[in-house]
C-alpha cells in the first residue's frame, strides 16, 4: 500500500502499528557548482525532508531503520560511505541511527556497479544504432535484476513492528511486498525542483 504524504489523512497509530512502514524520500543532490536558485531550493527541499519524517513518526512511531540506495554495506562502514555520497541523507541517517546501528545496505555490489557502467555507456552518445541498443538493452536488463534485489532487500530488512525510511531515487522501479505500508514522502520543494529542471530545460532548447 502506497500514500502520499500532504495527500492522504493523517494515519491512526492503530491502523499500522502492527505493520512494517516504510517511509519513501526521494533522492535529491547538488554539487558545490550548482546553480545558487537551484541550491535554495535544495536545501528547503532537505529541511522540509526532516520535518515531515518528524511528523509522520508522531503518527506511526520512531524510525528504526534507514534503508539508502547506493549503499552496499550498513553500519559503520555505510554511514561513512553516506557522509561523502549525500551529506544530506548522512545526517538524517546520524539522527535516527546511532554508531551506524539500523543503517542497511540493500544494494548489490555486482548489480550496482553494472548499472553505473552501462549508465556511462550510454551518455557517451554512441554513434552506432546497433551499438546504442545493444547497450541499451543490457542496461535495461541489469537495472531490473537490481530492482528485483532491492525489493527482496528491503523485505528481508524490515521485521514486524519496524518504522524504516528508504532513501531512493524518482522513477525507480522496485516493487514492495504487499505487507509493508509504503508513505512516500513529498515535500513542497520537491515540486520547485522541478519546475526548476523544466525551466532549465527550456532555457536550453
Same mark, same amino acid.
Given at each position: 500500500? $502506497?500514500?502520499?504524504?500532504?495527500?492522504?489523512?493523517?494515519?491512526? #497509530? *492503530?491502523?499500522?502499528?502492527? !505493520?512494517?512502514?516504510?517511509?519513501?524520500?526521494?533522492?535529491?543532490?547538488?554539487?558545490?557548482? @550548482?546553480?545558487?536558485?537551484?541550491?535554495?531550493?535544495f536545501?528547503?527541499?532537505?529541511?522540509q525532508?526532516g %520535518?515531515?519524517?518528524?511528523?509522520? %513518526? !508522531?503518527?506511526?512511531? $520512531?524510525v !528504526?531503520? #534507514?534503508?539508502?540506495?547506493?549503499?552496499? @554495506?550498513? *553500519?559503520?562502514?555505510?554511514?561513512?560511505? &553516506?557522509?561523502?555520497?549525500?551529506? +544530506?541523507?548522512?545526517?538524517?541517517?546520524? +539522527?535516527?541511527c546511532k554508531?551506524?546501528? *539500523?543503517?542497511? *545496505?540493500?544494494?548489490?555490489?555486482?548489480?550496482?556497479?553494472?548499472v553505473m557502467?552501462?549508465?556511462?555507456?550510454?551518455?557517451?552518445?554512441?554513434? @552506432?544504432?546497433?551499438?546504442?541498443?545493444?547497450?541499451?538493452? @543490457?542496461?535495461?536488463?541489469? /537495472?531490473?535484476?537490481?530492482? %528485483?534485489?532491492?525489493?527482496?532487500?528491503?523485505?528481508? /530488512?524490515?521485521?514486524?513492528g519496524d518504522?524504516?525510511?528508504?532513501?531512493?531515487?524518482?522513477?525507480? &522501479?522496485? +516493487?514492495?511486498? $504487499? $505487507?509493508? =505500508?509504503?508513505?512516500?514522502?513529498?515535500?513542497?520543494?520537491? =515540486?520547485?525542483?522541478?519546475?526548476?529542471?523544466? =525551466?532549465?530545460?527550456?532555457?536550453?532548447?
Open positions: 500500500m $502506497s500514500q502520499e504524504l500532504g495527500k492522504v489523512e493523517k494515519p491512526e #497509530v *492503530g491502523d499500522f502499528k502492527q !505493520n512494517r512502514r516504510l517511509l519513501q524520500i526521494p533522492l535529491i543532490f547538488a554539487s558545490p557548482d @550548482s546553480a545558487s536558485d537551484y541550491l535554495e531550493i536545501k528547503r527541499y532537505w529541511l525532508v %520535518e515531515q519524517i518528524s511528523k509522520l %513518526e !508522531n503518527s506511526l512511531g $520512531s !528504526n531503520r #534507514v534503508l539508502h540506495e547506493m549503499l552496499v @554495506s550498513g *553500519g559503520s562502514e555505510g554511514l561513512h560511505v &553516506l557522509e561523502k555520497l549525500c551529506p +544530506q541523507s548522512y545526517a538524517i541517517a546520524c +539522527q535516527k554508531d551506524g546501528i *539500523g543503517l542497511e *545496505g540493500i544494494e548489490d555490489r555486482e548489480l550496482l556497479e553494472e557502467d552501462w549508465e556511462r555507456c550510454l551518455l557517451t552518445g554512441l554513434i @552506432s544504432q546497433k551499438v546504442a541498443r545493444q547497450v541499451y538493452e @543490457s542496461y535495461h536488463e541489469a /537495472s531490473h535484476k537490481r530492482y %528485483e534485489h532491492l525489493g527482496k532487500a528491503i523485505d528481508e /530488512s524490515l521485521k514486524e518504522v524504516a525510511v528508504l532513501f531512493i531515487r524518482e522513477g525507480h &522501479l522496485v +516493487q514492495f511486498p $504487499s $505487507s509493508i =505500508d509504503v508513505f512516500s514522502v513529498f515535500p513542497p520543494a520537491l =515540486d520547485e525542483i522541478h519546475r526548476w529542471a523544466r =525551466d532549465q530545460a527550456a532555457k536550453r532548447e
